[in-house]
């Protein structure tokens, strides 16, 4: 139980255009779910927390503008890097908060490279 | 920044051997976590240990939490060349309660 998928798991894209990788926990209600950013050879860094049915919330220093984030249900979450350009190439890891595990338990998914040519 | 720091950066033993690695972190935590990373891929939880613990074992691992010194140590026993890997440990604490991760170990065990 609690698994989280993402998809794509990797994505190739031209500067400029728009990304939306979906998050999706696939046994579990999911109230939070969370969207984390590593480059390569570096730490996970949080870049915003959403909750179902509300607005993200955003880590300092993280665009809102360009990371639109969507949490339309209690299974589904989506990011989307817009107008994308090759400094936003990273890997993209979604986690989420399985409601019934606790306040503390948190699964995730198994990322996504994204690579803007 | 909240972030932890982790040591060594990079460690490299001989299989059967024991790997340490060490985190620091700088915030008040509920419980703090270690995970697993495999080149390119998402993150296997391995451990967590609340804040009112001080040592934790599963299997080859034990985990130890010295919070007043803020910092934590994994150890892997008789480690194999499958733990090759990057470790990251993560607290979660703090007014927003995010679990925040620290910079890594990466861990190459040679056969």
């Known amino acids: 139980g609690a698994v989280v998928s993402q998809h794509p798991s990797w994505v190739i894209c031209k500067s400029g255009t728009s990304v939306k990788i979906e998050c999706r926990s696939l046994d579990f209600q999911a109230t939070t779910m969370f969207w984390y950013r590593q480059f390569p050879k570096q730490s996970l860094m949080l870049m915003a927390t959403?909750?179902?049915?509300?607005?993200?919330?955003?880590e300092q220093g993280v665009e809102k503008d360009k990371f639109l984030i969507n949490h339309a249900s209690l299974t589904l979450s989506t990011l989307t890097v817009t107008s994308a350009h090759p400094e936003d190439s990273s890997f993209y890891i979604c986690?989420?908060?399985?409601?019934?595990?606790?306040?503390?338990?948190?699964?995730f998914g198994p990322g996504t490279r994204l690579t803007v040519l | 920044s909240q972030q932890g720091e982790e040591d060594p950066q990079a460690l490299s033993i001989q299989e059967g051997e024991n790997a340490t690695m060490n985190c620091s972190y700088k915030?008040?935590?509920?419980?703090l976590q270690w995970y697993r990373q495999n080149s390119g891929r998402g993150l296997v939880h391995l451990i967590l240990i609340r804040s009112n613990e001080r040592e934790k074992h599963s299997g080859r691992l034990r985990v130890t939490l010295d919070t007043s010194k803020k910092s934590s140590s994994l150890l892997i026993t008789a480690s194999r060349a499958a733990d090759t890997a990057s470790y990251f440990c993560?607290?979660?604490?703090?007014?927003?309660?995010?679990?925040?991760f620290g910079t890594g170990t990466l861990l190459a065990v040679q056969p």
């Open positions: 993560a607290t979660r604490g703090g007014a927003t309660n995010k679990l925040i």
């Open positions: 959403s909750n179902e049915g509300s607005k993200a919330t955003y």
């Open positions: 986690s989420a908060r399985d409601l019934l595990g606790g306040y503390n338990e948190q699964f």
């Open positions: 915030t008040s935590i509920n419980n």
